[in-house]
């Protein structure tokens, strides 16, 4: 029975999907100490974290049957991705639950901006001082919002905003302008006139090497004076110590801030200035939000224990829903291609393994070139082999992956595996007809034409006359029925059969063939 481990609190709604599920075991550590968790892990296949576990090196080495990683919200600062991969684990986040929750507090910061919000409110209800003069605010109305990065949360703020009659100026290297001028808005491609132009900031990018502090001292200097910043999205995007500075001089006329470098940050610095909105971190923090991030990271966190799927993962070469329809059944097919040719040629050290891509699915190749690499390790690492550490093992076991885009030979689209060893080679390539109508149409040079599925015999033999007379008859003596018989010949003398069959065949069978005088050679292969 697979385990579950439940780390962080989340809310029951999701946790009850798991309770309920008669095969999966649910291990509720919410409340465990940290360092106490790490003795429960052992045995566990897939764990739910938020953002109080560090999945860690410590975590990940102590979790020694750990699978997946579901991180149930969008950020993952707390998970150390390399090396997970390396482990072979995948980590998937929740990237949209909270995507309107996150949207709206951000709106929520920028309205504040504007008028001081936090501050008469506290003079009048806490103080009890009715000062109008005192508050005069500004209008969002003809300003410019410069949006930094325009992914799920970003977008749908600028679209919100302009609802309110802004200008809206957008920053985002990674996406087509396009996707930003079909909305009437200005698609800017150097950071710095957007610093420039903007009377308000708001940020939504993820946190990367890229992206941590890249708005710090020189990026404020740059912005209007009375600029009005808002951030949250994740802490460390501008640099605490240039915020401090900019509020200290008043280049900063306020700041809206949910997220901080470290958390909790009760003694912040950032905390003593006035002209300041702050939230501890409450961009989820919806009862919408909450239940459908309890929800969805428990139904990825089911289906990865049953390896059904794995939405949302962070670290696999390609997101199969992501896909176009027609490229989905070549995910299928070139792993049996790889897994199929590995059985054949397996006899020697595979030193790479190359996949060549005809068609539109070559746009895919690099990503289908995981897929072939996994199908054709399996048989030698089984489980411990996976989309996630297929780079690191091939690396280490000196296995070059390689891959090329070919002109078309007349099929629109076509995937070829070839496995090189030392000494010899093997490919096979197959194709899509209709909508999932998988074939395999070429066996090392030999045309043929039979479904990847199925227990099967390849033999290559002299192209000679009673050759089938004489596998037929050992077939039929050891009581092996003969399903679908197909052969190919190179014109140089040679032949390729696959015989699909409906019984498993032993070494003393396949002996007996390969004894014969015309036999090159006989394998057996099997795909499920």
């Known amino acids: 029975m697979k385990k579950i481990i ?7 709604i999701g946790v009850e999907l798991i309770r309920k599920a008669s095969d999966i075991e649910l291990i509720e550590a919410s409340k465990v100490p940290k360092d106490e968790l790490l003795t429960m892990l052992a045995d566990v296949d897939v764990a739910v974290t938020r953002s109080s576990t560090d999945v860690d090196a410590k975590f990940l080495d102590a979790a020694k049957n750990l699978k997946a ?7 993952v600062d707390n998970v150390d991705i390399e090396y997970a991969s390396k482990k072979g684990v995948i980590i998937m986040n929740v990237p949209t639950a909270n995507t309107i929750a996150a949207v ?15 501050n008469s409110h506290k003079q009048l209800k806490e103080d009890r001082i009715w000062d109008r003069e005192k508050w005069y605010g500004v209008e969002l109305m003809g300003k410019t919002l410069g949006v930094i990065g325009f992914g799920h949360i970003g977008s749908r703020v600028a679209i919100r905003a302009k609802s309110f009659g802004m200008n809206i100026l957008v920053y985002d290297p990674y ?5 930003v001028l079909d909305l009437d808005m200005s698609y800017i491609h150097n950071l710095d006139d957007l610093l420039k132009e903007s009377d308000f900031i708001t940020i939504h990018t993820p946190k990367t090497k890229e992206t941590n502090g890249m708005v710090s001292y020189d990026e404020i200097a740059k912005m209007k004076d009375g600029v009005r910043l808002i951030n949250c999205a994740r802490g460390g995007l501008y640099s605490e110590d240039a915020l401090c500075d900019g509020l200290k001089s008043g280049k900063i006329a306020w700041l809206g801030i949910d997220v901080f470098s470290k958390e909790p940050a009760t003694n912040h610095p950032l905390l003593n200035f006035e002209n300041i909105s702050v939230t501890a971190h409450l961009g989820a923090n919806t009862v919408e939000s909450q239940t459908n991030i309890a929800i969805q990271a428990c139904e990825q966190a089911l289906n990865a224990a049953r390896e059904i799927s794995y939405p949302n993962a962070l670290n696999l070469p390609i997101k199969t829903e992501d896909l176009p329809n027609f490229a989905l059944p070549y995910v299928e097919l070139v792993s049996k291609l790889s897994f199929l040719c590995s059985q054949i040629e397996d006899k020697d050290v595979i030193k790479a393994i190359r996949l060549e891509a005809e068609g ?4 895919y190749a690099k990503s289908m070139l995981s897929f072939a690499a996994v199908g054709a390790l399996k048989r030698i690492l089984g489980d411990s082999i996976n989309y996630v550490n297929v780079d690191f093992v091939s690396k280490d076991k000196d296995i070059s992956l390689e891959c090329e885009v070919l ?6 689209n076509k995937l070829t595996v070839k496995i090189l060893t030392e000494h010899s080679g093997f490919s096979i390539s197959g194709t899509v007809f209709s909508e999932n109508e998988q074939r395999i149409i070429d066996i090392n040079g030999f045309k043929t034409d ?8 390849f033999i290559k033999n002299k192209d000679i006359p009673g050759v089938i007379a004489d596998i037929s008859t050992i077939l039929a003596k050891h009581n092996i ?5 197909r052969l190919g010949r190179d014109g140089t003398g040679f032949a390729l059969a696959v015989i699909l069959i409906d019984e498993k065949v032993d070494n003393a069978l396949l002996d007996k063939i390969n004894k014969l005088d015309s036999c090159v050679f006989a394998k057996y292969a099997e795909l499920l």
Do not use: W
């Open 6 to 12: 439940i780390c962080d609190a989340i809310l029951d």
């Open 69 to 75: 990683v579901v991180r149930a919200g969008v950020g």
């Open 104 to 118: 709206e507090l951000t709106m929520a910061h920028l309205l504040c901006s504007a008028r001081s919000l936090v």
């Open 175 to 179: 996406i087509p302008a396009s996707k």
């Open 360 to 363: 539109e699915i070559s746009k």
């Open 407 to 412: 002109p078309s030979s007349g099929y629109n």
């Open 450 to 457: 039979f479904k990847p599925k199925g227990k099967m015999i």
């Open 481 to 485: 029925n003969i399903a679908d018989f």
